[in-house]
């Protein structure tokens, strides 16, 4: 009975626990086997971390922090209820709307115009002798080692522009703007800068508090404040424009009607003045009918001329009144650290790439090499095989291995 279950206790199932010792001797066991690679593959990526982490360009980041005010422009109800605050019950009372809510801000910022209005001021760079236009400095000439990648590393992408720009050399594009200032075209050279200042400038907004972070990073630390300084004068001369722009149309139709009244008033005037002076004491029927008429016309000139300033003085103040729209919470200031490049990081990173590249390729050699000593085993039984079945028998397949083993 004892032999019996010793037995079957030895023909039973292994332990597990068995089972994952041996799985851990042999991952130890392979990372003996080739611990010069994976130290090698190690030393080289920390040393390629350390390199990149000395070379890279500095980044400086400058912040400025504005609130997001909404305006409504439907009036309040009788009793001191607000429109808005109906509009929260799913009420729409038919108020009049700019067209602009605060949530669009963000990409008010990265809008052409904005971006376009940046890249035309000017900035002191670190690397510029003189300050200069940011559609300047990105169209400067590509120094030696540009070129040399241009024409070696980034030499397909280097034809491709050429080829389009060859397509397009009859279809040229118009440049500049219209007499009234609008739409903005910007140049070749202006567009080269817009894509270039795009990925500078982010605008995150904490949706529990409504504040917006304008965030500039640029080489250098005055440079980054100086961005951030321009996207935000700019976008908030953006958000007014925006948010003020059927005020505004009224108002320059209401001017333009009340200057045509100004001197309508003025020629009447004239024109009654020059009666007057010519009749001191008109007798006849006809002349006083004709004074009258013209002191009419004034009369009716003045109540016109009345109205119409009255009605721009109203625009005014409710222009005015639109005015501040985003409030600035903090300046944007020149920053005291860098934000990149992270040096302790990226070698960290590195490190820990190097050593799992090494341990993954550790494993793969290892697996290879399994796979090769299964496939020379089959080898050998098939051969073994063959033997026994060929017509020497048992005594072919010993000439065989005796050959082999002298071999």
């Avoid at 808005?84 to 801000?105: C, K, M, V, Y």
């Avoid at 500039?216 to 404040?225: E, F, M, R, V």
Wanted: net charge negative; glycine share 8%.
């Amino acid at each position: 009975m004892s032999e019996t279950g010793s037995q079957n206790h030895s023909d039973g199932p292994a332990d597990p626990l068995r089972e994952d010792e041996v799985s851990l001797l042999d991952i130890l066991l392979v990372l003996a086997r080739h611990k010069t690679l994976i130290v090698r593959t190690v030393l080289v990526f920390t040393l390629l971390g350390v390199t990149y982490a000395l070379t890279a360009s500095e980044e400086f980041t400058s912040e400025a922090r504005v609130v997001r005010e909404a305006q409504s422009e439907g009036a309040d109800l009788p009793g001191g209820i607000s429109s808005r605050a109906l509009s929260g019950f799913g009420i729409n009372l038919g108020e009049s709307a700019s067209g602009l809510t605060p949530a669009a801000f963000p990409d008010v910022l990265q809008s052409r115009e904005v971006r376009l209005a940046v890249v035309r001021d000017t900035f002191r760079f670190p690397d510029a002798q003189r300050p200069m236009t940011y559609v300047d400095y990105a169209n400067q000439p590509p120094g030696v080692l540009s070129r040399v990648l241009k024409y070696t590393l980034w030499l397909p992408w280097t034809l491709k522009g050429m080829l389009g720009q060859a397509i397009s050399e009859d279809i040229p594009a118009p440049v500049g703007t219209t007499e009234a200032g609008e739409p903005v075209i910007p140049s070749e050279e202006e567009n080269a800068a817009l894509k270039s200042i795009a990925g500078t400038v982010s605008a995150p907004v904490d949706e529990e508090t409504g504040i917006m972070t304008i965030s500039a990073t640029a080489g250098g630390s005055q440079l980054a404040s100086e961005l951030a300084k321009s996207f935000l004068d700019h976008f908030i001369t953006r958000v007014r424009e925006i948010r003020t722009e059927k005020v505004r149309e009224r108002l320059q139709f209401v001017k333009g009607r009340f200057e045509e009244a100004e001197q309508e008033l003025e020629a009447a005037e004239d024109r009654l003045a020059q009666f007057l002076g010519r009749n001191q004491n008109p007798t006849t029927a006809t002349l006083q009918f004709r004074r009258d008429r013209l002191q009419r016309q004034v009369s009716f000139k003045e109540q016109l001329y009345s109205e119409l300033q009255s009605q721009l003085t109203k625009m005014r103040l409710d222009l005015q009144r639109r005015q501040p729209v985003v409030t600035v919470v903090e300046q944007p200031v020149p920053p005291m650290s860098r934000s990149a490049p992270q040096r302790t990081l990226i070698v960290l990173l590195s490190l820990i790439l190097g050593g799992f590249l090494g341990i993954g390729v550790a494993f793969v050699a290892t697996f290879l090499q399994n796979v090769g000593e299964e496939t020379e085993e089959q080898e050998n039984i098939a051969e073994i095989q063959e033997a026994f079945s060929s017509n020497g028998g048992v005594f072919g397949f010993l000439e065989k291995l005796i050959d082999k083993t002298e071999k």
